[in-house]
């Protein structure tokens, strides 16, 4: 289990936070396809958009600080300012 001040995470909050993270990578592959945002390299970015979703859903980022704010945040509905 991960815990952030203090607070021991769930699994259910665990889970939820993977989520939230791969669906916000391919939120940003959608807003390129639509036109609203411009990369130089859409096929590059695609695919890099695409692996990090693949990869916060498999937990390689569960231990980054701004993961366990999120599922704090997503647990707790408090959120934990990173600097003062």
Known sequence: MLNFNGVQLTEESIQETR????NNAIACIEEVKSGEVYVNDREYYFTWREKEAKEYMEGKYDH?????????????????????
């Open 19 to 22: 989520k939230w993270f791969a």
């Open 64 to 84: 980054v600080l701004v993961f366990l704010q999120r599922a704090y945040f997503i647990q707790t509905g408090e959120s934990i300012a990173l600097l003062p």
